[in-house]
């Protein structure tokens, strides 16, 4: 699994740019509702219920329509791939070194719901629920001191792996 981080993040590095400038471009200029409701995976009533929760109790729209058992997270995590082009990676049977585990502290994957995967050159490979969080980008930056590519996981493949690696320390 490594081996096919690394020729993906080699392939990304040839067609892509570091995150910086942190204005992130849709690939599919449609919002995450709408891609939910043209890939069949939920409905034009479950979206505007999604969009009243919403609205009454705050949220990432992704999050609520989870909440609201109307799509599971990895539906999600796709859609949001789709709509931002940043690659959905499941974290299931992913393994982390300890070594790229040390450079981010367990309270800063907590906090952003984001682990380190692997670190290539100068650049640091993440798993994140939410890839628009600029401000855990800029925090990631700072504390490694590397550029960050992204890649999409859900929130609870991210526990896990959390749960799995970080008790190792």
Request: net charge negative.
């Amino acid at each position: 699994m490594a081996q096919m981080l690394k020729s993906l993040y080699y392939s990304l590095k040839a067609t892509s740019t570091p995150c910086k400038p942190m204005k992130f471009h849709k690939s599919l200029d449609k919002p995450i509702g709408q891609i939910l409701i043209e890939g069949g995976i939920i409905t034009q009533e479950q979206l505007q219920k999604a969009l009243d929760a919403q609205k009454k109790d705050g949220g990432l729209l992704g999050e609520v329509i989870v909440k609201l058992g109307f799509a599971r997270e990895e539906e999600i995590a796709h859609c949001l791939s789709l709509q931002y082009s940043f690659p959905y990676l499941p974290l299931e049977n992913y393994e982390i070194s300890q070594e790229v585990i040390k450079l981010i502290p367990k309270n800063v994957c907590t906090h952003y719901c984001l682990i380190p995967l692997d670190r290539i050159e100068n650049t640091l490979t993440v798993a994140m629920a939410n890839p628009l969080n600029e401000q855990a980008i800029e925090d990631l930056e700072d504390i490694s001191a590397l550029e960050i590519q992204i890649f999409i996981s859900t929130p609870t493949d991210i526990r896990q792996a959390l749960e799995r690696h970080y008790e190792k320390q």
